[in-house]
Antibody, heavy 122, light 110 residues
Framework: QVLLVQSGAEVTKPGASVRVSCKAS????????VHWVRQAPGQGLEWMGW????????NYAQKFQGRVTLTRDTSISTAYMDLSRLRSDDTAVYYC???????????????WGRGTLVTVSS | QSALTQPPSASGSPGQSVTISCTGT?????????VSWYQQHPGKAPKLMIY???KRPSGVPDRFSGSKSGNTASLTVSGLQAEDEADYYC??????????FGTGTKVTVL
């Protein structure tokens, strides 16, 4: 079964950093770009950026540049999202999502993790 | 990049059709055929329903269809069923390796 398995919920303080992991299961890790999408409580989906698991290349939404870092560890088929200088409005469910990797980009996500709730509170 | 604009809500009775619009610009929706639609039930991860404007993934009922004209894409759900009640989000490639989602539409089955 093809899955993206995310790490558990996090509670953290303003100004701190958080790391969320996303482990690929049931497929070749380098076969999908990994995107990160967040959803604040009662709000819509917000795209944050993507990483090419093969090359490590990344692209970030302008809003998050300087605060988000996407990395991967191919030896354990895991992608990571680090978000720094956290604020209360970063409280959200963070999803990783997979875009199949081919000669050309597809720009749709047919594989999703279950989400990780990150709560930022003093 | 700014979120694509969707109506906050839409509704229909069982068996009827509902159409959701998704308005962007020539830099996203109008510029590429990379419009996709996602269904999200409360507390669940989004699910891909339409990709590349009008293509359905395997397993998605043919009651779901997509289209695009200019800078506006649309999702139509025909023959509404109770399980179609959910939030729906459009999305589009936005150039320069960027991506954008719509504001979301809550579909209610009356």
């Amino acid at each position: 079964q093809v899955l993206l398995v995310q790490s558990g919920a996090e509670v953290t303080k303003p100004g701190a950093s958080v790391r969320v992991s996303c482990k690929a299961s049931g497929y070749t890790f380098t076969g999908y770009y990994v995107h990160w999408v967040r959803q604040a409580p009662g709000q819509g989906l917000e795209w944050m950026g993507w990483i090419n698991p093969n090359s490590g290349g990344t692209n970030y939404a302008q809003k998050f540049q300087g605060r988000v870092t996407l990395t991967r560890d191919t030896s354990i088929s895991t992608a990571y999202m680090d978000l720094s200088r956290l604020r209360s409005d970063d409280t959200a469910v963070y999803y990783c999502a997979g875009e199949a990797r081919a000669a050309t980009r597809f720009w749709f996500f047919d594989l999703w993790g279950r989400g990780t709730l990150v709560t930022v509170s003093s | 990049q700014s979120a694509l604009t969707q109506p906050p809500s839409a509704s229909g009775s069982p068996g009827q059709s509902v159409t959701i619009s998704c308005t962007g610009t020539s830099s996203d929706v109008g510029g590429y055929n990379y419009v996709s639609w996602y269904q999200q039930h409360p507390g669940k991860a989004p699910k891909l329903m339409i990709y590349e404007v009008n293509k359905r993934p395997s397993g998605v009922p043919d009651r779901f269809s997509g289209s695009k004209s200019g800078n506006t894409a649309s999702l139509t759900v025909s023959g509404l069923q109770a399980e179609d009640e959910a939030d729906y989000y459009c999305s589009s490639y936005a150039g320069s390796n960027n991506f954008v989602f719509g504001t979301g539409t809550k579909v209610t089955v009356l």
